[in-house]
């Protein structure tokens, strides 16, 4: 007869890297193992996700909560939709307004790993909330925070995308 109660999962602290510019993955002052590049922000975003759930315990991947801290992409990705809109040259297509939604960013990595958790998109945190720790709890013992940092070039339509995915738990479990 079980009493209800489980052994708590141990779960490690894990940061993964991944960005769409050598230069800046590599001089990225993150303690963070075997950081990548890649040529799109989809993929280094799914590559960082891939690497933090990847470092969870088994039972807890498919349904550990994921925060993606999305400011600096929604205002990139906006300068760069004003720019197609504003570009005689180009024509706008129906995937112009979808890239908008940082959601895009992590929609390929949390469907092709049939990810059944919580999703939360914060666009801007408060001061108060600048060092943002996720809520785990017991009942959720474990979170992945996703970050996503934009370094704009001087084409509003160019930018260098870093990933940063950590990997959550509640302390004393």
């Known amino acids: 007869m079980t009493t209800g109660t489980r052994a708590p999962v141990a779960v ?56 993606v801290l999305c400011r600096d992409y929604g205002t990139w990705a906006a300068r760069r939709f004003i720019a197609r809109c504003h570009d005689p040259a180009r024509r706008l297509r129906p995937s112009d307004s979808v890239g908008l939604e940082t959601s895009e960013l992590v929609r390929p990595y949390l469907t092709a790993a049939e990810h059944r958790g919580d999703c939360y998109l914060l666009a801007q945190l408060t001061a108060a909330q600048a060092e943002f720790t996720p809520p785990v709890t017991a009942a959720r013992p474990a979170a992945v925070v996703l970050d996503l940092i934009v370094f704009p070039g001087e084409d509003p339509r160019d930018a260098d995308c870093l990933a940063l995915a950590t990997t959550w738990k509640a302390s004393g479990l």
């Open 12 to 67: 490690p602290w894990h940061r993964a890297l991944a960005g769409t510019d050598e230069a800046r993955v590599a001089a990225a002052p993150v303690l963070a193992a075997a950081p990548t590049v890649h040529r799109k922000p989809v993929d280094a975003a799914s590559a960082a996700l891939g690497a933090a759930f990847g470092a969870l315990p088994e039972e807890l991947r498919a349904t550990a909560p994921l925060y």
